[in-house]
């Protein structure tokens, strides 16, 4: 069983950055690809980013690429995304998700286990 907890959320105008983390219990998270989704209001949630069991392998969302980065600290058990030039519509419930897919995964359905959500909000 893995559990999932996210913080970093928070208020940002346009243009700024924010830097989420994603801690996992267990002793095993290095076994795991990790991924970053989103839901905004209304909408479905969307993937984000994602990245393989060793960092080694990095995906992203064509509407956050080159200013998103994920990046993961096996030996913290941990998750980041690092947010830049951030536009109101990055505006959405952030979850981190952890798949058995070992090399990470863009498809929602290849994740296992869910965090509870970190609110981005980036005003205009």
């Known amino acids: 069983q893995v559990t999932l907890a996210e913080s970093g959320g928070g208020l940002v105008q346009a243009g700024g950055s924010l830097r989420l983390s994603c801690v996992s219990s267990?002793?095993?998270?290095?076994?795991?690809?990790m991924g970053w989704f989103r839901q905004a209001p209304g909408k479905e949630r969307e993937f984000v980013a994602a990245i393989s069991w060793s960092g080694g392998s990095t995906y992203y969302a064509d509407s956050v690429k080159g200013r998103f980065a994920i990046s993961r600290d096996n030996a913290k058990n941990t998750v980041y995304l690092q947010m830049n030039s951030l536009k109101p519509e990055d505006t959405a419930v952030y979850y981190c998700?952890?798949?058995?897919?070992?090399?990470?995964?863009?498809?929602?359905?290849?994740?296992?286990?869910w965090g509870q959500g970190t609110q981005v909000t980036v005003s205009s």
């Open positions: 998700a952890a798949s058995t897919a070992v090399a990470g995964t863009k498809f929602l359905a290849g994740y296992d286990y």
């Open positions: 267990g002793r095993t998270f290095s076994r795991y690809g």
